[in-house]
């Protein structure tokens, strides 16, 4: 079963691949990605400064979910100039995320990433946990302005990773902010922002940070996450490749994440339940299901979605 990807001329062993989230920090979990079975090895978003992140509990498991409010804690850009050259040893593509404070901080790091070549660099405008900072992706002008001036400095296949819409009109207006801005792909979703869980045995908040708000990942974002992909799809009809992030836990998933319009997907939640293991098993379960439909590859199912 060939389950290989192509987003914007790069080509990816298979198309699955972590999501920048938690385990690709350091330099030991990147190369544990670049061993494994994973398609790609996905840093986690860098900021100009190295980062703790948020105080702790700040990532915590529910019945068929997680919230997390980590705050982006990195090795800060720098690190990750010298370390990208090495995890490019491990033949596979390599997506550089980046996010920053403000403007001139996207630019000043994307420009010392692109430097070292990247295969693709992912522009984070969707962190839902850092106190004073509202997620780029929500203010389209902005998002618009950003992304002009970060085309401008990016020579490597430029993406972005958004945060999930919940209205038509939305989609419309980002999907044209991609378009006037020439980017090469977007990831979508980041987590369900601002979501709060509820320790039933104590009455508390289960994460530390912002009062208990956080991320929402998980299965139960699945439906937000497909709707999203379905939605930008319809919109780009394939100029801009989308990856898939969002409630994967199984082959199936994946394979609706492909008929719904995504050319590759990005694993959260399940990759640090399960570590690495995770990219095995998916790719036999979604072999599995391709060979079900009768179809020889991964992106024979890219958009096939029918309507009722
Ligand atoms: C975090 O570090 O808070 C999560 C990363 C993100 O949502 O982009």
């Known amino acids: 079963m060939n389950l290989a990807a192509d987003i914007a001329g790069i080509t990816f062993p298979t198309c699955i ?4 989230g938690a385990r ?9 990605i670049g061993r494994s079975r994973a398609g790609a090895i996905v840093t986690k978003s860098m900021t100009r400064e190295a980062r703790d992140g948020n105080p702790t509990p700040r990532y915590v498991t529910f019945p ?5 409010s980590m705050g982006l804690p990195n090795l800060g850009y720098q690190s990750y100039v010298t370390l990208i050259p090495h995890l490019k040893t491990f033949k596979k593509p390599v997506i550089a995320s980046v996010a920053g404070f403000n403007p001139d901080e996207f630019l000043e790091i994307a420009s010392a990433i692109d430097a070292t070549h990247p295969h693709l660099i992912e522009i984070n405008l969707s962190c839902p946990n850092l106190e004073g900072h509202p997620q780029i992706g929500y203010d389209f002008e902005a998002a618009a302005h950003l ?12 993406g972005t990773k958004l945060p999930p819409y919940f209205d038509p009109v ?11 801005c020439r980017v090469d792909f977007i990831s979508v979703i980041n987590s369900v922002g601002n979501g709060l869980v509820i320790d039933p045995d104590t009455d508390t908040t289960v994460i530390t940070p912002k009062g208990g708000f956080g991320g929402l ?8 996450a497909l709707a999203n992909v379905r939605a930008f799809s319809l919109r780009l009809q394939g ?11 199984t082959g199936q998933d994946i394979y609706e994440h492909l008929l719904a319009g995504a050319s590759a997907v990005q694993i959260g939640t399940a990759f640090v339940e399960e ?11 979604l072999a599995a299901v391709l060979q079900k439909k009768g179809l020889q590859s991964a992106a024979e199912a890219v958009g096939r979605l029918e309507e009722l």
């Open 64 to 68: 068929h979910g997680s919230i997390n």
């Open 147 to 158: 992304l002009n001036r970060l085309r401008k400095v990016v020579t490597c296949p430029m």
């Open 217 to 224: 990942g998980g299965a139960i974002i699945k439906p937000v």
């Open 170 to 180: 939305h989609h419309d207006h980002m999907a044209a902010v991609l378009e006037r």
């Open 17 to 20: 691949m972590n999501a920048a």
């Open 275 to 285: 570590g690495e293991h995770v990219f095995d098993r998916l790719e036999q379960e």
């Open 239 to 249: 100029r801009i490749p989308i990856i898939g992030v969002g409630g994967i836990e």
């Open 24 to 32: 690709c920090v350091t330099a030991d979990e990147l190369e544990t």
